[in-house]
C-alpha cells in the first residue's frame, strides 16, 4: 500500500524557515516523481517543487525559486522541501504527491499524481 505522510508545517514569521517532511512507503517501481503542492484559501492547487526519482532531476514553481529547495533521501524513505524566506503568500496546505508509473520527465502538475498525502497547514504571518 502507497502511503505519503507530510510532516513540519507551522506557524512561521515572514523571513522565516521551515522543512516539510514527506514519508514514503509502498513503492514498489523506480522513476516515479514525488512533488510537492500547495492550495491557499480560495485558490487553485498549484505545483511548488517536484523530484523525479529516476535522474533527481527536480522542478520549482518561478515564484519559489532560490528560496525553496526539494530533496530526498532514499536510505530514509524521505522526501523534504526546504523553505527559507517565507512570505505571507506562502501560506496554503502542503501536500505531497507522488506519481503511479516511472515518468521521463519532471512534471508538477496534479492530474498526473496518484498518490496524495494528507497535507500539512503552512501559515506564514506578517
Known amino acids: 500500500e502507497v502511503q505519503l505522510v507530510e510532516s513540519g508545517g507551522g506557524l512561521v514569521q515572514a523571513g522565516g524557515s521551515l522543512r516539510l517532511s514527506c514519508a514514503v512507503s509502498?513503492?514498489?517501481?523506480?522513476?516515479?516523481?514525488v512533488g510537492w503542492f500547495r492550495q491557499a484559501p480560495g485558490k487553485e492547487r498549484e505545483g511548488v517543487s517536484c523530484?523525479?526519482?529516476?535522474?533527481?532531476?527536480?522542478f520549482y514553481k518561478d515564484s519559489v525559486k532560490g528560496r525553496f529547495t526539494i530533496s530526498s533521501d532514499n536510505g530514509k524513505n524521505m522526501v523534504y522541501l526546504q523553505m527559507n524566506s517565507l512570505k505571507p503568500e506562502d501560506t496554503a496546505v502542503y501536500y505531497c504527491?507522488?506519481?503511479?508509473?516511472?515518468?521521463?520527465?519532471?512534471?508538477?502538475?496534479?492530474?498526473?499524481?496518484?498518490?496524495w498525502g494528507q497535507g500539512t497547514q503552512v501559515t506564514v504571518s506578517r
Open positions: 523530484i523525479n526519482q529516476r535522474d533527481s532531476s527536480t
Open positions: 504527491a507522488a506519481t503511479k508509473r516511472s515518468v521521463y520527465s519532471t512534471p508538477c502538475f496534479g492530474p498526473l499524481y496518484a498518490y
Open positions: 509502498g513503492f514498489t517501481f523506480d522513476g516515479y516523481v
